[in-house]
């Protein structure tokens, strides 16, 4: 099965923009996460969906931060405005109930 | 509070080497753990994970884990390391196998020829 998948790989905006990140989980996965990694600390959860509704979003870090989650299927995060210490690595995960999660691998957001 | 210390920022030793990696826990609830691996350029890959039952679990790639609750620890292991074991290591702890992790900050393993 393909895994899940993450758009863009890398990303460079300035101070101020906006930026949209893509997740496309694994097919069929109820089960969708958000994680981000600040330079040199530990991953942080940031959200979970389950299908299109929001189960948990108490780690989301501000309302700059705004995720979506299309028909249960893809999901966007977007921040706007960006800023400086928004830079870090942003993980996506999927998984069905009862079992572990798979990661995609990571949009890396530098903000300058 | 909830958190995980991986107290070892960055490991270096020579291929063939055994290796230990230390994993220690805060959890108020029964915890659920996990080891993920990050290869440059990679996802997180699930190297092993414990629920109940046997305290020590085996996983991909040759690593075990041992689950100690009297000391909260899941220490990652692996008797010889290879070249391509080189990367980041990451501990992770849960309540439930789909609600959300609470990780350690990582790993980075060098690995010398």
Same mark, same amino acid.
């Given at each position: ?9 890398h ?31 530990e ?10 509704? &929001? ?7 501000n309302?700059?931060f ?21 830079s870090?690595?942003?993980f996506?995960a ?8 798979t ?10 | ?9 960055? /490991? ?24 993920y ?36 620890s899941?220490?990652?292991? &692996? ?22 992790? /609470?990780?350690?900050?990582g790993?980075r ?5």
């Amino acid at each position: 099965e393909a895994g899940v998948t993450q758009f863009p790989s890398h990303s460079v905006i300035e101070k101020g923009q906006t930026v949209t990140l893509r997740c496309d989980p694994i097919s069929g996965h109820d089960n969708l996460y958000w994680y981000r990694r600040v330079m040199g600390k530990e991953i942080k959860f940031l959200l979970h969906f389950v299908k299109e509704s &929001k189960q948990d979003e108490s780690g989301m870090p501000n309302n700059r931060f705004l995720a979506e989650r299309t028909g249960g299927t893809y999901s966007t995060l977007k921040v706007q405005p960006a800023e400086l210490e928004d830079s870090g690595v942003y993980f996506c995960a999927s998984s069905t109930t009862g079992n572990g999660y798979t990661f995609g691998s990571g949009t890396r957001l530098t903000v300058v | 509070a909830q958190s995980v210390t991986q107290p070892d920022i960055h /490991i270096t030793v020579s291929e063939g080497a055994s290796l230990e990696l230390r994993c220690n826990y805060s959890y108020g609830a029964t915890p659920y753990l996990f080891w993920y691996v990050q290869s440059p350029g990679q996802g997180l890959q699930l190297l092993l994970k414990y629920f109940s039952g046997d305290t020590l679990v085996q996983g991909i790639k040759g690593f075990e884990a041992e689950f100690k609750r009297s000391q909260s620890s899941f220490n990652l292991r &692996k008797p010889s390391v290879h070249w391509s074991d080189a990367a980041e290591y990451f501990c992770a702890v849960g309540n439930y196998n789909t609600d959300k992790l /609470i990780f350690g900050t990582g790993t980075r393993l060098q690995v010398f020829p």
